[in-house]
Protein backbone atom coordinates (compact mmCIF):
# COMPACT_ATOMS: atom_id res chain seq x y z
CA UNK A 1 0.00 0.00 0.00
CA UNK A 2 1.64 3.50 -0.91
CA UNK A 3 -0.18 6.67 -0.01
CA UNK A 4 0.77 10.23 -0.97
CA UNK A 5 -0.08 12.95 1.19
CA UNK A 6 0.13 16.04 -1.09
CA UNK A 7 0.01 19.45 -0.54
CA UNK A 8 0.77 19.63 3.19
CA UNK A 9 2.28 22.25 5.59
CA UNK A 10 4.51 19.16 7.24
CA UNK A 11 5.61 19.64 11.02
CA UNK A 12 9.16 19.46 11.56
CA UNK A 13 9.25 18.60 15.39
CA UNK A 14 12.54 19.08 16.05
CA UNK A 15 13.44 22.24 14.66
CA UNK A 16 9.30 23.79 15.25
CA UNK A 17 8.91 24.79 11.45
CA UNK A 18 6.33 24.09 9.13
CA UNK A 19 7.01 23.54 5.25
CA UNK A 20 5.05 23.03 2.62
CA UNK A 21 5.27 19.75 1.10
CA UNK A 22 4.99 16.19 0.17
CA UNK A 23 4.99 12.63 2.00
CA UNK A 24 4.97 9.50 0.76
CA UNK A 25 4.22 5.99 2.67
CA UNK A 26 5.06 2.96 1.81
CA UNK A 27 3.32 0.46 3.95
CA UNK A 28 4.30 1.15 7.42
CA UNK A 29 7.48 3.09 6.69
CA UNK A 30 7.50 6.81 5.88
CA UNK A 31 9.28 6.46 2.74
CA UNK A 32 9.86 10.30 1.23
CA UNK A 33 9.38 13.75 2.83
CA UNK A 34 10.46 16.88 0.45
CA UNK A 35 8.96 19.84 -1.51
CA UNK A 36 8.71 17.77 -4.79
CA UNK A 37 5.67 16.16 -6.20
CA UNK A 38 6.57 12.70 -6.38
CA UNK A 39 5.74 10.85 -10.37
CA UNK A 40 4.67 7.63 -9.43
CA UNK A 41 1.76 5.48 -9.11
CA UNK A 42 -0.31 5.35 -5.37
CA UNK A 43 -2.78 3.51 -4.28
CA UNK A 44 -4.62 6.32 -2.55
CA UNK A 45 -3.23 10.36 -3.09
CA UNK A 46 -4.56 12.62 -0.46
CA UNK A 47 -4.47 16.11 -1.02
CA UNK A 48 -3.90 17.81 2.47
CA UNK A 49 -5.19 21.24 1.25
CA UNK A 50 -2.51 23.02 3.35
CA UNK A 51 -3.36 21.57 6.71
CA UNK A 52 -1.27 20.70 8.93
CA UNK A 53 0.60 16.51 8.88
CA UNK A 54 2.46 16.05 11.75
CA UNK A 55 3.35 12.61 13.72
CA UNK A 56 0.78 11.22 15.89
CA UNK A 57 1.00 12.17 19.20
CA UNK A 58 2.35 9.72 22.13
CA UNK A 59 0.24 9.72 25.63
CA UNK A 60 3.13 8.40 27.36
CA UNK A 61 1.04 7.52 30.53
CA UNK A 62 -2.62 6.45 30.80
CA UNK A 63 -4.66 3.85 32.49
CA UNK A 64 -7.09 3.73 29.19
CA UNK A 65 -9.78 1.38 30.78
CA UNK A 66 -10.78 4.02 33.49
CA UNK A 67 -13.13 5.60 30.84
CA UNK A 68 -15.60 3.60 32.68
CA UNK A 69 -15.07 5.45 36.04
CA UNK A 70 -15.14 8.74 34.59
CA UNK A 71 -16.69 11.44 37.13
CA UNK A 72 -16.39 8.89 39.85
CA UNK A 73 -15.20 10.52 42.62
CA UNK A 74 -14.72 13.88 41.24
CA UNK A 75 -13.78 16.75 43.89
CA UNK A 76 -11.66 14.55 45.74
CA UNK A 77 -8.17 14.99 47.20
CA UNK A 78 -6.00 12.05 45.61
CA UNK A 79 -6.36 9.85 48.53
CA UNK A 80 -9.88 10.03 48.86
CA UNK A 81 -10.25 9.90 45.35
CA UNK A 82 -8.09 6.93 44.73
CA UNK A 83 -8.64 4.86 47.71
CA UNK A 84 -12.63 5.59 48.67
CA UNK A 85 -13.68 5.80 45.38
CA UNK A 86 -12.03 4.49 42.29
CA UNK A 87 -9.97 1.31 44.09
CA UNK A 88 -13.67 -0.27 45.45
CA UNK A 89 -14.89 0.37 42.37
CA UNK A 90 -11.89 -1.24 40.18
CA UNK A 91 -12.09 -4.30 42.69
CA UNK A 92 -15.40 -4.95 41.03
CA UNK A 93 -14.19 -4.86 37.21
CA UNK A 94 -14.53 -7.61 35.16
CA UNK A 95 -12.00 -8.69 32.78
CA UNK A 96 -14.67 -7.93 30.19
CA UNK A 97 -15.14 -4.21 31.81
CA UNK A 98 -11.75 -3.98 31.17
CA UNK A 99 -11.62 -4.53 27.78
CA UNK A 100 -14.96 -2.75 26.93
CA UNK A 101 -12.93 0.22 28.69
CA UNK A 102 -10.01 -0.12 26.74
CA UNK A 103 -12.19 -0.38 23.55
CA UNK A 104 -13.71 3.10 24.52
CA UNK A 105 -10.84 4.62 25.03
CA UNK A 106 -9.52 4.17 21.66
CA UNK A 107 -12.10 5.53 20.39
CA UNK A 108 -11.07 8.60 22.50
CA UNK A 109 -7.58 8.07 21.09
CA UNK A 110 -7.96 8.08 17.52
CA UNK A 111 -10.41 11.14 17.38
CA UNK A 112 -8.05 13.22 19.47
CA UNK A 113 -4.62 12.18 17.11
CA UNK A 114 -3.27 10.05 19.77
CA UNK A 115 -1.26 6.75 18.11
CA UNK A 116 0.40 5.50 20.70
CA UNK A 117 0.19 4.80 24.54
CA UNK A 118 1.81 3.92 27.71
CA UNK A 119 -0.89 1.82 29.22
CA UNK A 120 -0.82 0.52 32.79
CA UNK A 121 -3.63 -1.46 34.51
CA UNK A 122 -4.76 -4.92 34.91
CA UNK A 123 -6.44 -7.83 33.44
CA UNK A 124 -3.27 -7.12 30.19
CA UNK A 125 -5.07 -9.83 28.48
CA UNK A 126 -7.92 -8.20 27.62
CA UNK A 127 -5.77 -4.84 27.38
CA UNK A 128 -3.72 -6.57 24.88
CA UNK A 129 -6.62 -8.32 23.02
CA UNK A 130 -8.42 -4.39 22.30
CA UNK A 131 -5.19 -2.50 21.40
CA UNK A 132 -4.29 -5.49 18.59
CA UNK A 133 -7.80 -5.12 17.25
CA UNK A 134 -7.52 -1.46 16.82
CA UNK A 135 -4.01 -0.70 15.70
CA UNK A 136 -2.80 1.60 17.98
CA UNK A 137 1.20 1.08 19.20
CA UNK A 138 1.67 0.87 22.97
CA UNK A 139 3.91 0.23 25.65
CA UNK A 140 2.16 -1.77 28.09
CA UNK A 141 2.80 -2.30 31.73
CA UNK A 142 2.50 -5.16 33.75
CA UNK A 143 3.05 -5.77 37.67
CA UNK A 144 2.26 -5.47 41.55
CA UNK A 145 -1.45 -3.97 40.84
CA UNK A 146 -3.71 -1.64 43.57
CA UNK A 147 -6.33 -3.86 42.98
CA UNK A 148 -5.34 -7.68 43.97
CA UNK A 149 -2.57 -9.05 45.98
CA UNK A 150 -0.38 -11.04 44.38
CA UNK A 151 0.76 -14.17 46.07
CA UNK A 152 3.55 -15.25 43.90
CA UNK A 153 4.79 -12.13 41.93
CA UNK A 154 7.75 -13.28 40.39
CA UNK A 155 4.84 -16.23 38.88
CA UNK A 156 2.60 -13.46 37.97
CA UNK A 157 5.49 -11.33 36.78
CA UNK A 158 6.49 -14.50 34.39
CA UNK A 159 2.78 -15.24 33.61
CA UNK A 160 2.33 -11.70 32.44
CA UNK A 161 5.47 -11.57 30.39
CA UNK A 162 4.26 -14.28 28.39
CA UNK A 163 0.93 -12.61 27.18
CA UNK A 164 2.76 -11.06 24.58
CA UNK A 165 4.67 -13.63 22.91
CA UNK A 166 2.62 -14.05 20.16
CA UNK A 167 1.96 -10.18 19.80
CA UNK A 168 2.84 -8.25 16.68
CA UNK A 169 6.02 -6.21 18.88
CA UNK A 170 6.54 -3.32 16.00
CA UNK A 171 3.05 -2.12 17.89
CA UNK A 172 2.81 -3.99 21.27
CA UNK A 173 5.99 -4.16 23.85
CA UNK A 174 6.12 -4.77 27.34
CA UNK A 175 7.61 -2.88 30.56
CA UNK A 176 7.67 -3.54 33.85
CA UNK A 177 4.90 -1.19 35.95
CA UNK A 178 5.22 -0.58 39.37
CA UNK A 179 2.13 1.86 40.16
CA UNK A 180 4.18 3.80 42.93
CA UNK A 181 6.37 3.20 45.99
CA UNK A 182 3.48 4.28 48.68
CA UNK A 183 1.15 1.57 46.86
CA UNK A 184 3.37 -1.04 46.34
CA UNK A 185 6.03 -2.75 50.02
CA UNK A 186 9.21 -2.56 48.94
CA UNK A 187 9.71 -6.47 48.83
CA UNK A 188 7.25 -5.96 45.39
CA UNK A 189 9.33 -3.00 44.64
CA UNK A 190 12.76 -4.79 44.97
CA UNK A 191 11.12 -8.14 42.92
CA UNK A 192 9.86 -6.32 40.19
CA UNK A 193 13.43 -4.53 39.62
CA UNK A 194 15.19 -7.79 39.77
CA UNK A 195 12.86 -9.16 36.87
CA UNK A 196 13.03 -6.11 34.45
CA UNK A 197 17.18 -6.60 35.27
CA UNK A 198 17.16 -10.41 33.95
CA UNK A 199 14.92 -9.98 31.30
CA UNK A 200 16.21 -6.72 29.99
CA UNK A 201 12.89 -4.53 29.75
CA UNK A 202 12.43 -1.07 30.86
CA UNK A 203 10.37 0.28 33.81
CA UNK A 204 8.13 2.70 34.91
CA UNK A 205 6.28 4.10 38.33
CA UNK A 206 4.48 6.73 39.58
CA UNK A 207 7.22 8.94 41.34
CA UNK A 208 6.76 12.05 43.70
CA UNK A 209 2.79 12.91 43.06
CA UNK A 210 2.39 14.39 46.28
CA UNK A 211 4.08 15.91 49.00
CA UNK A 212 2.87 13.04 51.50
CA UNK A 213 4.37 10.68 48.91
CA UNK A 214 7.64 12.34 49.44
CA UNK A 215 7.50 12.53 53.02
CA UNK A 216 6.38 8.76 53.96
CA UNK A 217 9.19 7.60 52.07
CA UNK A 218 12.12 10.00 53.53
CA UNK A 219 10.83 9.19 56.91
CA UNK A 220 10.57 5.43 56.32
CA UNK A 221 13.97 5.13 54.06
CA UNK A 222 16.14 7.02 57.10
CA UNK A 223 16.05 10.25 54.71
CA UNK A 224 16.09 9.03 51.15
CA UNK A 225 13.69 10.75 48.80
CA UNK A 226 11.77 8.32 46.48
CA UNK A 227 14.20 8.69 43.74
CA UNK A 228 17.16 8.12 46.37
CA UNK A 229 15.42 4.84 47.78
CA UNK A 230 14.97 3.59 43.90
CA UNK A 231 18.16 4.52 42.57
CA UNK A 232 19.49 2.39 45.49
CA UNK A 233 17.60 -0.14 44.06
CA UNK A 234 19.15 -0.30 40.97
CA UNK A 235 15.47 1.10 39.55
CA UNK A 236 16.91 3.39 36.94
CA UNK A 237 19.96 1.05 36.03
CA UNK A 238 17.76 0.75 32.60
CA UNK A 239 14.94 2.47 30.28
CA UNK A 240 12.78 4.15 32.55
CA UNK A 241 9.75 6.34 32.84
CA UNK A 242 8.41 8.18 35.66
CA UNK A 243 5.28 9.92 35.52
CA UNK A 244 3.81 12.91 37.64
CA UNK A 245 7.27 13.88 39.07
CA UNK A 246 5.54 16.70 40.56
CA UNK A 247 7.68 17.18 43.93
CA UNK A 248 11.24 16.66 43.14
CA UNK A 249 14.38 19.50 44.20
CA UNK A 250 17.63 19.92 42.02
CA UNK A 251 18.90 16.55 43.68
CA UNK A 252 16.40 14.38 42.83
CA UNK A 253 16.36 15.56 39.15
CA UNK A 254 19.96 15.44 38.84
CA UNK A 255 19.08 11.63 39.64
CA UNK A 256 16.90 11.37 36.72
CA UNK A 257 19.59 13.41 34.21
CA UNK A 258 22.10 10.90 35.61
CA UNK A 259 20.46 8.05 34.40
CA UNK A 260 18.83 9.45 31.33
CA UNK A 261 15.35 8.37 32.55
CA UNK A 262 12.39 9.99 30.89
CA UNK A 263 9.77 12.09 32.97
CA UNK A 264 5.84 12.27 31.92
CA UNK A 265 3.93 15.05 32.75
CA UNK A 266 0.74 15.21 33.71
CA UNK A 267 -0.71 18.29 34.07
CA UNK A 268 -4.46 18.21 33.78
CA UNK A 269 -4.76 15.16 36.35
CA UNK A 270 -2.03 16.77 38.64
CA UNK A 271 -4.09 20.26 39.06
CA UNK A 272 -7.17 18.43 39.13
CA UNK A 273 -6.49 16.38 42.22
CA UNK A 274 -4.68 19.58 43.84
CA UNK A 275 -1.36 17.72 43.56
CA UNK A 276 0.69 20.43 42.22
CA UNK A 277 2.77 21.85 39.03
CA UNK A 278 5.32 19.75 37.93
CA UNK A 279 8.78 21.50 37.53
CA UNK A 280 9.38 20.97 33.70
CA UNK A 281 11.59 24.33 33.08
CA UNK A 282 13.63 22.74 35.95
CA UNK A 283 13.36 19.29 33.96
CA UNK A 284 14.28 21.07 31.04
CA UNK A 285 17.23 22.80 32.18
CA UNK A 286 18.77 19.43 32.99
CA UNK A 287 18.43 17.85 29.34
CA UNK A 288 15.74 15.19 31.03
CA UNK A 289 13.84 13.50 27.84
CA UNK A 290 10.20 15.14 29.05
CA UNK A 291 7.17 13.60 27.68
CA UNK A 292 3.42 14.60 28.07
CA UNK A 293 0.57 12.19 29.29
CA UNK A 294 -2.85 12.13 30.36
CA UNK A 295 -3.35 9.53 32.96
CA UNK A 296 -6.75 8.14 33.52
CA UNK A 297 -9.90 9.43 32.31
CA UNK A 298 -11.08 9.51 35.92
CA UNK A 299 -8.64 12.15 36.82
CA UNK A 300 -8.81 14.14 33.52
CA UNK A 301 -11.04 13.33 32.79
CA UNK A 302 -10.28 13.64 28.58
CA UNK A 303 -7.89 11.72 26.53
CA UNK A 304 -7.08 15.11 25.05
CA UNK A 305 -3.35 16.21 24.39
CA UNK A 306 -3.88 19.50 22.46
CA UNK A 307 -5.36 20.32 26.24
CA UNK A 308 -2.01 18.68 27.96
CA UNK A 309 -0.03 20.60 25.45
CA UNK A 310 -1.57 23.77 26.67
CA UNK A 311 -1.17 23.38 30.21
CA UNK A 312 2.37 21.98 30.01
CA UNK A 313 3.07 25.12 28.23
CA UNK A 314 1.25 28.12 30.73
CA UNK A 315 1.53 25.96 33.65
CA UNK A 316 5.28 26.23 33.22
CA UNK A 317 4.99 29.93 32.60
CA UNK A 318 2.99 30.82 35.61
CA UNK A 319 4.53 28.80 38.24
CA UNK A 320 7.92 31.29 37.81
CA UNK A 321 6.11 34.31 36.72
CA UNK A 322 7.96 33.97 33.07
CA UNK A 323 6.27 33.56 30.11
CA UNK A 324 9.38 32.87 28.15
CA UNK A 325 9.76 30.21 29.57
CA UNK A 326 8.92 26.35 27.80
CA UNK A 327 8.54 27.45 24.13
CA UNK A 328 5.70 25.77 21.74
CA UNK A 329 7.54 23.95 19.87
CA UNK A 330 9.82 22.55 22.97
CA UNK A 331 6.02 21.09 23.88
CA UNK A 332 5.05 20.10 20.51
CA UNK A 333 8.43 17.57 20.86
CA UNK A 334 7.60 16.50 24.05
CA UNK A 335 4.18 15.12 22.92
CA UNK A 336 5.54 13.41 20.03
CA UNK A 337 9.29 12.65 19.25
CA UNK A 338 10.21 12.25 23.36
CA UNK A 339 7.33 10.31 24.10
CA UNK A 340 8.10 8.00 21.33
CA UNK A 341 11.91 8.09 22.58
CA UNK A 342 10.87 6.97 26.29
CA UNK A 343 8.15 4.19 24.87
CA UNK A 344 11.04 2.63 22.57
CA UNK A 345 9.19 3.20 19.34
CA UNK A 346 10.60 4.48 16.02
CA UNK A 347 8.10 7.12 15.35
CA UNK A 348 7.67 10.55 16.51
CA UNK A 349 8.34 12.21 13.46
CA UNK A 350 7.74 12.98 10.13
CA UNK A 351 10.67 11.45 8.43
CA UNK A 352 12.45 8.91 6.44
CA UNK A 353 12.78 5.34 7.64
CA UNK A 354 10.17 6.20 10.53
CA UNK A 355 7.01 4.37 11.26
CA UNK A 356 4.03 6.07 9.68
CA UNK A 357 2.31 7.39 12.51
CA UNK A 358 0.61 10.54 11.46
CA UNK A 359 -2.05 13.25 11.85
CA UNK A 360 -4.01 15.77 9.72
CA UNK A 361 -4.87 18.90 11.77
CA UNK A 362 -7.89 21.00 10.10
CA UNK A 363 -6.08 24.83 10.36
CA UNK A 364 -9.12 26.35 8.09
CA UNK A 365 -11.23 27.36 11.28
CA UNK A 366 -11.56 30.57 12.66
CA UNK A 367 -9.54 29.60 15.76
CA UNK A 368 -6.47 28.60 13.58
CA UNK A 369 -6.21 32.16 11.52
CA UNK A 370 -4.47 33.92 11.06
CA UNK A 371 -1.73 31.35 9.89
CA UNK A 372 1.49 33.41 9.77
CA UNK A 373 2.04 31.18 13.74
CA UNK A 374 0.76 28.33 13.12
CA UNK A 375 3.22 26.34 15.55
CA UNK A 376 1.87 28.26 18.25
CA UNK A 377 -1.45 27.43 17.21
CA UNK A 378 -0.85 24.17 17.31
CA UNK A 379 0.03 24.42 21.25
CA UNK A 380 -2.79 27.55 22.45
CA UNK A 381 -5.57 27.38 20.10
CA UNK A 382 -5.88 23.95 18.09
CA UNK A 383 -8.66 21.32 19.69
CA UNK A 384 -9.13 17.59 19.37
CA UNK A 385 -11.99 18.32 17.05
CA UNK A 386 -9.57 19.61 14.86
CA UNK A 387 -7.72 15.91 14.21
CA UNK A 388 -9.15 15.49 9.96
CA UNK A 389 -7.03 11.81 9.89
CA UNK A 390 -5.23 9.66 12.18
CA UNK A 391 -3.11 6.85 10.63
CA UNK A 392 -1.15 4.69 13.23
CA UNK A 393 1.47 1.84 11.11
CA UNK A 394 0.52 2.93 7.92
CA UNK A 395 -3.28 2.20 8.87
CA UNK A 396 -5.58 4.89 8.21
CA UNK A 397 -7.65 3.97 11.45
CA UNK A 398 -10.00 7.73 12.03
CA UNK A 399 -11.11 9.73 8.96
CA UNK A 400 -13.17 12.76 8.49
CA UNK A 401 -15.11 11.75 11.89
CA UNK A 402 -15.38 8.30 10.88
CA UNK A 403 -13.59 4.80 12.92
CA UNK A 404 -12.39 2.52 9.95
CA UNK A 405 -12.47 -0.89 12.42
CA UNK A 406 -14.56 0.40 15.18
CA UNK A 407 -18.42 -0.11 16.26
CA UNK A 408 -18.54 3.13 18.17
CA UNK A 409 -22.51 2.12 18.69
CA UNK A 410 -21.56 -1.27 20.69
CA UNK A 411 -19.05 0.01 22.62
CA UNK A 412 -21.33 2.60 23.95
CA UNK A 413 -24.17 0.13 24.85
CA UNK A 414 -21.65 -1.67 26.38
CA UNK A 415 -19.60 0.87 28.29
CA UNK A 416 -23.11 2.39 29.77
CA UNK A 417 -24.18 -1.27 30.74
CA UNK A 418 -21.25 -1.45 32.87
CA UNK A 419 -21.49 1.70 34.43
CA UNK A 420 -25.00 0.86 35.56
CA UNK A 421 -24.16 -2.00 37.38
CA UNK A 422 -21.41 -0.26 39.11
CA UNK A 423 -24.06 2.29 40.15
CA UNK A 424 -25.96 -0.77 41.67
CA UNK A 425 -23.28 -2.41 43.34
CA UNK A 426 -21.27 0.57 44.87
CA UNK A 427 -23.75 3.02 46.83
Known amino acids: MKILFKNANILDVEKGELFLGNVVVSNDIISYVGCALPKENFDEIIDCNQNILMPGFVDAHCHSPMTILRGVGDDTSLSTWLYDNIIPLENKLTPQDIYWGEKLAVLEYLANGITTVEECYFDNDQIIKALSQSGLRARVGFGPSTRKENKDLNKFLSQQLGLFTNVDNTLIKPCVYVHSIYSSTYDDIEKCVDFSAKNNLPMSIHLCETLEEVGNCTVQNGGLTPPQYLESLGFFDRNSLCYHCVHMDKDDLQILADYNASICTCPSSNIKLASGIAPVYAMQNKSINITIGTDGVASNNSLDMFKEMFLVA ?26 AKALGFDSGEIAVGKKADIILVDIHKPHMYPHDNLISHLVYSAKSSDVMLTMCNGEILYRDGKYINEDTQLIYKKVNEIRERLKNEYK
Open 314 to 339: TLSKVSICDASVIKAKDVLKMATKNG
